[in-house]
């Protein structure tokens, strides 16, 4: 089975980026049974730094994927 992902561009990443800096975020989240983030902030601003290393590299996306993740997360 093939799946169909969305490879980000910059321009899509700097909107996430940009979300995240006006968002009140708490300490720390449990993303899912299994994901708990201590240090939300220092996590998130980690990520994207991460993820504008690899963004063009769709196997390298994981990052990303997390960082929409959280945003859905905070947006419930």
Not at 14 to 40: C, S, V
Not at 41 to 50: D, F, I, N, S
Request: proline share 4%; with cysteine.
């Amino acid at each position: 089975m093939k799946y169909d992902r969305h490879l980000y561009t910059l321009e899509e990443l700097r909107q996430l980026e940009e979300w995240f800096e006006g968002e009140e975020m708490p300490e720390e989240m449990h993303l899912d049974k299994a994901t708990y983030i201590p240090n939300l902030k220092e996590t998130v601003k980690r990520l994207c730094w991460q993820a504008e290393q690899c963004y063009e590299n769709p196997k390298m996306q994981g990052c990303i994927i997390l960082l929409e993740r959280i945003k859905e997360k905070l947006s419930e």
